[in-house]
């Protein structure tokens, strides 16, 4: 009698259709591995031009020969050193600290506009770039927004690392943490734009309305914070607005108003402004249609207004 495995292995090579299955699926996984191969080479080639794009670009003045044809960058080992890249986020600072705040807040809303008419450019930085931001942060714009997930600030406005200082929490309330990191982005930092941005469908700002014997019903830090919120808001006249939708507006831009008008009273805050170095506004994003509007603009007298839709409420004015 023949050891079991010998009838199984004669069984198998007795079936031609089984061997051709195994031959069949070895030649795959080989054609797999061979396609994977391919693309992280390619993911390599991709991502060293792009390297050597960027070093050509940050060293122009150096990538020239004296003729004043350019030099091509050699091989793979070219790379680029922690100097070039310290170059490059003094250049960045520089170009921060040139512009005027009415220019980055328009540059803010172009931002917008692409995102909400289906065109960011998505602007991720080059590994050259976050190499540079190892350094130094040089934002132009510091943001005081909900932490509500629907809300990514920097998708919103279609921007990149190191571009805007957010400061995120619910409700988008000023408190002695939110108010610090924002007194350390202008004073420090040096943004030229403060933005108080609020949303549509915001929660924190619907329990803010609910009354306080409910509220305190929640955990102590919650019920706090959430007082704190009803306590700039006009409910009066809140109560007055009957349509959902608007009513929700309303209490939003009743809420960031409060909050502008809070910076507003800080006196070395008005300083900045009237030395056209700081702009502090107010907003509110739609998540329904991706557009962000913009009001209670804090700006030197005679600075140009951001452009937007009419009107937004009692609180919110253009």
């Known amino acids: 009698v023949g050891h079991p495995l010998s009838a199984s292995t004669i069984s198998v090579m007795d079936r031609p259709e089984v061997m051709l299955g195994c031959v069949a699926l070895a030649v795959s996984a080989a054609a797999i591995v061979q396609s ?3 693309r992280r080479r390619r993911h390599d080639q991709i991502l060293l031009t792009l390297l050597q794009g960027r070093r050509n670009d940050s060293s122009t003045s150096r990538a020239q020969e004296d003729d004043g044809t350019p030099r091509s960058v050699a091989g793979p080992v070219a790379g680029f050193t922690m100097e070039e890249a310290r170059e490059h986020a003094l250049q960045g600072a520089s170009d921060a600290k040139s512009r005027t705040p009415n220019e980055v807040l328009l540059e803010l809303q172009r931002g917008n506009a692409r995102f909400w008419m289906g065109a960011a450019q998505r602007p991720e930085k080059s590994a050259f770039e976050r190499r540079s931001l190892i350094l130094s942060q040089y934002p132009s714009v510091a943001v005081l927004g909900c932490s509500d997930s629907r ?3 920097e ?5 990149g690392l ?3 200082f957010v400061i995120r929490v619910a409700g988008n309330a000023l408190s002695l943490s939110t ?6 982005a202008i004073h420090h930092l040096k943004v ?8 549509e469908g915001c929660g924190a700002i619907k329990a803010a309305q609910l009354d306080e014997e409910t509220i305190k019903k929640e955990p102590a830090d919650l019920a706090k914070a959430l007082l704190g919120i009803k306590s700039g808001l006009d409910e009066t006249r809140l109560k007055c607005i009957h349509d959902p939708r608007s009513h929700d507006r309303e209490a939003v831009v009743c809420n960031v108003a409060n909050q502008v008008k809070q910076l507003a009273q800080d ?5 900045l402004v009237n030395k056209d170095e700081l702009t502090i506004v107010g907003a509110f994003y739609e998540i329904s249609s991706g557009i962000v509007d913009f009001f209670n603009q804090v700006s030197v007298p005679g600075s140009p207004r951001v452009p937007g839709r009419k009107g937004v409420s009692k609180w919110g004015k253009k």
């Not at 030229?192 to 949303?199: A, D, P, Q, S």
């Not at 006196?267 to 300083?271: E, G, I, R, S, V």
């Open 267 to 271: 006196q070395a805050l008005m300083d």
């Open 162 to 164: 190191g571009d805007l």
């Open 151 to 153: 809300v990514p600030v």
């Open 155 to 159: 998708i919103v406005f279609d921007q």
């Open 179 to 184: 108010n610090a990191s924002l007194q350390y």
């Open 192 to 199: 030229k734009v403060v933005v108080v941005m609020g949303h």
């Open 36 to 38: 994977l191969d391919h």
